[in-house]
C-alpha cells in the first residue's frame, strides 16, 4: 500500500512538472517572437541581462521537491523490506530456461515441488527465496509486489501477500534467452482451509487408477522420467517439472497453453514446435507408448 | 630545423592572400585515395565521424522498424525468437555505441579547433587513429550479425546467458572483442579532447570563455577515460571466461554474475551522460543564437554539466534495483539517481529563460533546439520516477523504461543533434539547409517521436515486459503496440526527410557565406567552409562573444581579433597555451598527412579478429603488425621536430 501512494505520489509530481514546463516553454516561444532570418545579415541583439532569477527559483523549487521524494522514498523502501509479521509459508522459487520450479519448505522436512503455479494462502504472509537455475531471471507478479531477479549463485528473499483470493498473473522480466516471453506463471491465493487441502495432496502420491498405470507408467518412466518425476514411482529426474499433480495444474509449458487433453498431446508430439530452444526433446513413441503415456500424465491427479 | 624553432617569438601582423596561399599549400589534404587514407585535418575527419554515425543511425533504425512489425499486434510470426533477439540487440549496439557516442565526437572534432580558435586537434594522428578503430570496430562488431550470428542477448549482455554454456556460437566472441576494440577508439578520442582543451585554445580564450559544447564534451572525455575501462576489462574477462577457461563470471566455480553487472555499469551509466552531454551543449550554445542574447547562467550550466558526470559516476546501481542488493545500498544509490535530476533542472531553467528573455527566431535549428527542452523533460521525469526504487521494482524491464531511454537517447541525442545539424551544415559546405523542407522534417520527426514512443510509457505501465517477442492476446496490449509502431515509421519517414534535405542542400542549398545566422562564436568568422588551416593568424579573444562584442553593449574596452594576431607559418604549425588562461607558451609542429593511425587501426582489427577466432597465429601476425606500427608512428621525424635538442635556458 505505501508503495502505491509512492507510485501515485511521483507519478503526479512527473506530470506537473511535464505541464509546467511544456506551458512555460510554450509562452516562452510565443511571448515575443523575433525577426526572420536574412541569411548573412546581423541582427538585432539583446544584451546579457536578466533571467538569472528563473535559476533560483526553478532550481529552488526543484530541490525541495526531489528532497522529499528521497526521504519519501527511503521511508517506503524502510517499510517494505520486511514484512509486518512472521511469514507462515516459505517457498523456494528457482527460475529456469524456461519455466518455475516451486519448492514448498516445510519444519518437519515434508516439502515438495511443483512447477509454474504458486499456491498461496490469502491474508498470510508467504517468504520467497528465488534462485536462478541457470541464467537470471525475474520474479514479477505485479498485483503482488515488484520484481526480484532469481541470479545464479545467490540466494535473493522477497514476500507476498494477497489480501484477496484469486489467480494472480506473473512473468520473468530479466531477459533469459529465446523464450523469455513464454516464461509465464500463475500465483493462486486460497483460503486456508483450501491451501492445507491442496498442500495435503501435493504430498501425496497420485492415485491412478491400475489399468492406467499398467498401459503407461512404465512407458513414462523409461521415455520421461529421466527429467520428469512422479511421486511414489521411480521417475525421478529433476531436469524437467515434477508431474507428480499435473491435472492440477491450469497451464502447462510455463503458462503457455491452456492444460486440456488436446494440448497435452499437442506438447509432448511438439514442445520443440511450441517453444524452441527448451529442454524438452520430442521422444520417438510408438503409438501404443503415446496413448498410454498420455492417459497416465492424464489421471495424475 | 633550428632548435629555437619552438621558442622563437612569432610575428604579430594581419592576413594577407599570399599568407593564406602558403597556409593551405601547408596544411592542404594530398589528392585522391592516398589523402583519403592518409588525413589528420580535423574537419575531414569529423564529417566522416559524423556520417559513418548516420549510416550505423539508419542501420539501426531499420532494425527497429522490423521488430516493431513483430511486435505490432499480439501472436505474429514474422521473426523467429533468434531472429528478433539478434535484432533488438544489435539495434541497442548499433544506437548507443555507433551512433549516439560517435556522432558527438563528429560534430566535436569538427567544431572544436574551430571554437577554440586552434589550427587542428592537439594530436591530429591519433585522431585519424580514433576514427579508423572505430569504423573498424563498427565493421567487426556488424560482422558477426551479417552472417547470421549477430550478438543475441542484449546490449547489456549479461552473464550466465552470455557464457559458453548458454551461448554456444561466435555471437558473443565478436560482440565482447568488437567492444574492446571500440573502447580504444573512445578512450583515444577522449585523451585528444582533454589535451585539445587544456593546451589548444587560442590567447584570451580562459576556460570560463569557452562554449558550453566544449564544457560537455570534455566533461564526457575525462568520465570516459575512468568509464571505458571497466567495460573493456568486462568483456576481456568474458572473452577469457568464454575460450581460456577462467571463470570470473561462473557462479558454478566461484566467480559471480554480478560482478558482470557491476563492471558493466559503472560503465553504463557515465556513458549516458557522455553521450547526453554534449548534446546539451550544443543546445545551449546553439540555442542562444536563435533566441538574440548570450545563455542566460553560463557559469552554472557549465557547472552543471561537470556535477551531472560527477554524480553519474555514483548512480549505476539503478539499474540493478532488482539484484537483491541491500537496502542501505538501495537508499544511496536511489537518492544519488533522484538528486541526479538537479544539475538537469540547472539546464532546463537557462533554457527557458534565455527564450523567456530573448525574441525567438524559427529556423528548423530552433525548433529542434526548443523541442528538445520538452523531450528532455519527459525523459528526465520518468527517470526521477524509476529512480524511486519501490515504483522501480514494478517498472522496471517493462516498456515504461523503453519510453524512458528513447526520450532520453533520440530527446538528448538525435533532436539536438539534427538541430545542430541545420545549424552548422552552412559552416561544413557553404550552403544553407533548405528550411522549408526542414519544418516538414521537424514536424514529422516531432510527431513521429511522440506517437511512437509516448503510448510506451502506457504499455510499461499496463506491464508490457521489456524484450519479448511476442505476447498474448488477452494481455490487452494489441492497441498501445499498434501505435507505437505506426508512430516509429513516422518517425522513420521524418529521418529520410532530413537525409533528403542534407543531399537536396548539398547540391543547391542557398550560399551561406561566412556567419548565415549572425552567430557569436570564432568558428563563423571564418570561409564556409573553411579552409584547411582554419584561421591565417591564431585569433584573440577577449570574451565568450567574440562576433556580438561591439553589439552587446559593455563598457569592456578589450575587444576580440580576427584576421589579425600571431604569424605561425614555418611548416604545419599551431600555438599551445596555458591551461587556465591560455596565453600564447609553445609554438607545436603539427603531423602531415600520414597512412600509419590507418594501418596501426588495421593492424589492431587483425588482433581482434585473430582473438575472436582464437587463431593464435592471426593474433601474433596482429601484435607484430601493431608493433611495426607504432615503431612507424613514433619514429622520431625532423618535421615534427623531434630529432633536434631543444634549450630551454633560452
Request: with cysteine; hydrophobic share 50%.
Amino acid at each position: 500500500m505505501p508503495v502505491v501512494w509512492l507510485t501515485w505520489g511521483v507519478l503526479l509530481i512527473s506530470v506537473a512538472v511535464i505541464v509546467i514546463i511544456a506551458g512555460l516553454l510554450g509562452a516562452a516561444i510565443w511571448r515575443r517572437p523575433g525577426m526572420p532570418v536574412v541569411a548573412g545579415e546581423k541582427m538585432a541583439l539583446l544584451p546579457d541581462e536578466g533571467g538569472l532569477r528563473w535559476l533560483w527559483l526553478g532550481v529552488g523549487l526543484s530541490t525541495a521537491v526531489l528532497l522529499i521524494s528521497v526521504i519519501w522514498t527511503v521511508k517506503v523502501l524502510a517499510d517494505i523490506q520486511s514484512p509486518a509479521s512472521r511469514p507462515g509459508v516459505i517457498i523456494e522459487v528457482t527460475g529456469r530456461q524456461w519455466w518455475w520450479q516451486v519448492r514448498y519448505l516445510s519444519a518437519d522436512g515434508r516439502g515438495f515441488y511443483t512447477a509454474n503455479e504458486i499456491h498461496i494462502p490469502v491474508g498470510e504472509i508467504v517468504r520467497l527465496k528465488l534462485l536462478g537455475g541457470d541464467v537470471i531471471h525475474s520474479f514479477w507478479v505485479p498485483q503482488l509486489a515488484g520484481k526480484m531477479d532469481a541470479i545464479p549463485g545467490q540466494i535473493n528473499e522477497t514476500w507476498i501477500e494477497a489480501s484477496r483470493p484469486g489467480t494472480y498473473q506473473g512473468q520473468c522480466t530479466e531477459y533469459c534467452g529465446a523464450e523469455h516471453s513464454k516464461m509465464l506463471f500463475q500465483v493462486v491465493a486460497q483460503p486456508r482451509a483450501e491451501f492445507r487441502a491442496w498442500w495435503k495432496r501435493q504430498l501425496s502420491s497420485p492415485s491412478v487408477p491400475a489399468s492406467v498405470a499398467a498401459n503407461g507408467e512404465k512407458s513414462f518412466v523409461e521415455n520421461c522420467g529421466g527429467c520428469h518425476s512422479v511421486r511414489g514411482t521411480e521417475a525421478a529426474g529433476s531436469l524437467g517439472p515434477d508431474l507428480s499433480h499435473l491435472m492440477q495444474r491450469r497451464t502447462l509449458a510455463s503458462g503457455i497453453l491452456p492444460n486440456e487433453p488436446s494440448m497435452l498431446a499437442k506438447w509432448i508430439a511438439d514442445p520443440q514446435g511450441l517453444k524452441p530452444g527448451n529442454l524438452m526433446p520430442a521422444v520417438k513413441l510408438s503409438q501404443t507408448e503415446r496413448a498410454g503415456i498420455t492417459a497416465y500424465l492424464l489421471a495424475l491427479n | 630545423m633550428a632548435s629555437t624553432d619552438y621558442e622563437r617569438r612569432p610575428t604579430v601582423d594581419t592576413e594577407t592572400p599570399d599568407l593564406a596561399e602558403r597556409l593551405k599549400r601547408l596544411w592542404e589534404t594530398a589528392p585522391g585515395l592516398y589523402g583519403w587514407l592518409a588525413t589528420v585535418d580535423h574537419k575531414e575527419i569529423g564529417l566522416r565521424y559524423i556520417i559513418t554515425a548516420f549510416v550505423f543511425l539508419i542501420l539501426g533504425g531499420i532494425e527497429a522498424l522490423v521488430f516493431r512489425l513483430q511486435l505490432s499486434w499480439s501472436n505474429l510470426h514474422i521473426l523467429t525468437p533468434e531472429q528478433y533477439d539478434q535484432l533488438f540487440t544489435v539495434h541497442g549496439m548499433t544506437m548507443i555505441f555507433l551512433y549516439a557516442g560517435p556522432v558527438l565526437s563528429g560534430f566535436s572534432n569538427y567544431l572544436w579547433p574551430m571554437l577554440l580558435g586552434a589550427r587542428d586537434m592537439a594530436l591530429p594522428r591519433l585522431n585519424a587513429l580514433s576514427y579508423w578503430i572505430y569504423l573498424f570496430a563498427g565493421i567487426v562488431l556488424y560482422s558477426g550479425f551479417a552472417v547470421g550470428f549477430g550478438p543475441n542477448v542484449g546490449w547489456f549482455n549479461y552473464v550466465p546467458l552470455a557464457a559458453r554454456a548458454y551461448n554456444d556460437g561466435p555471437n558473443i566472441d565478436v560482440y565482447a572483442l568488437g567492444m574492446v576494440l571500440l573502447g580504444i577508439s573512445t578512450t583515444v578520442g577522449s585523451i585528444n579532447f582533454i589535451v585539445t582543451f587544456l593546451r589548444m585554445r587560442c590567447p584570451g580564450m580562459s576556460i570560463n570563455r569557452v562554449p558550453i559544447l566544449v564544457w560537455g564534451t570534455v566533461t564526457a572525455s575525462a568520465a570516459n577515460i575512468f568509464a571505458i575501462p571497466a567495460v573493456s576489462l568486462a568483456f576481456l574477462l568474458l572473452w577469457m571466461d568464454r575460450n581460456v577457461g577462467t571463470h570470473f563470471f561462473d557462479a558454478t566455480a566461484g566467480g559471480s554474475a554480478m560482478l558482470w553487472q557491476h563492471l558493466f555499469w559503472m560503465f553504463g551509466h557515465p556513458w549516458v551522460y557522455a553521450i547526453v552531454l554534449p548534446a546539451m551543449g550544443m543546445v545551449s550554445d546553439g540555442l542562444p543564437v536563435f533566441c538574440r542574447r548570450p545563455l542566460v547562467g553560463y557559469s552554472v550550466v557549465a557547472l552543471a554539466t561537470v556535477a551531472t558526470m560527477v554524480l553519474g559516476f555514483g548512480v549505476w546501481v539503478h539499474h540493478m534495483f532488482a539484484t537483491g542488493l541491500p537496502g542501505v545500498s538501495l537508499s544511496f544509490f536511489s537518492a544519488a539517481s533522484i538528486i541526479i535530476a538537479l544539475p538537469s533542472a540547472v539546464g532546463v531553467f537557462a533554457w527557458l529563460a534565455t527564450i523567456w528573455t530573448g525574441r525567438p527566431v524559427f529556423t528548423t535549428a530552433f525548433l529542434f533546439f526548443a523541442s528538445f527542452i520538452l523531450l528532455f523533460t519527459i525523459g528526465g521525469v520518468s527517470g526521477y520516477m524509476t529512480g524511486s526504487v519501490p515504483v522501480d521494482w514494478q517498472l522496471t524491464d517493462t516498456y515504461f523504461v523503453v519510453a524512458h531511454l528513447h526520450y532520453v537517447l533520440i530527446g538528448i541525442n538525435v533532436f539536438p543533434v539534427v538541430g545542430a545539424a541545420y545549424f552548422w551544415f552552412p559552416k561544413f559546405f557553404g550552403r544553407l539547409m533548405d528550411e522549408r523542407l526542414g519544418r516538414w522534417n521537424f514536424w514529422t520527426m516531432f510527431a513521429g517521436f511522440n506517437i511512437g514512443f509516448f503510448p510506451m510509457h502506457i504499455s510499461g505501465l499496463l506491464g508490457m515486459p521489456r524484450r519479448i517477442y511476442t505476447y498474448g492476446d488477452g494481455m490487452g496490449w494489441n492497441w498501445v503496440n499498434l501505435i507505437t509502431t505506426i508512430g516509429s515509421f513516422l518517425f522513420a519517414v521524418g529521418v529520410l526527410l532530413f537525409v533528403w534535405n542534407v543531399v537536396k542542400s548539398l547540391r543547391n542549398g542557398a550560399a551561406a557565406g561566412e556567419n548565415p545566422w549572425d552567430a557569436p562564436t570564432l568558428e563563423w568568422a571564418t570561409s564556409s567552409p573553411p579552409p584547411p588551416y582554419n584561421f591565417a593568424v591564431i585569433p584573440t579573444v577577449a570574451s565568450r562573444h567574440p562576433l556580438w562584442e561591439d553589439r552587446l553593449g559593455r563598457a569592456d574596452p578589450q575587444r576580440s581579433v580576427v584576421g589579425h594576431g600571431l604569424v605561425l607559418a614555418q611548416g604545419r604549425e599551431a600555438l599551445g597555451t596555458t591551461p587556465l588562461d591560455a596565453e600564447p607558451n609553445v609554438i607545436l609542429k603539427m603531423p602531415a598527412d600520414t597512412l600509419v593511425p590507418v594501418c596501426l587501426a588495421l593492424a589492431m582489427t587483425v588482433l581482434t579478429g585473430g582473438l575472436i577466432l582464437v587463431n593464435w597465429l592471426v593474433a601474433t601476425l596482429g601484435i607484430v603488425l601493431i608493433a611495426i606500427a607504432i615503431g612507424a608512428w613514433l619514429w622520431p621525424s625532423a618535421t615534427l621536430g623531434e630529432t633536434a635538442e631543444v634549450s630551454r635556458d633560452g
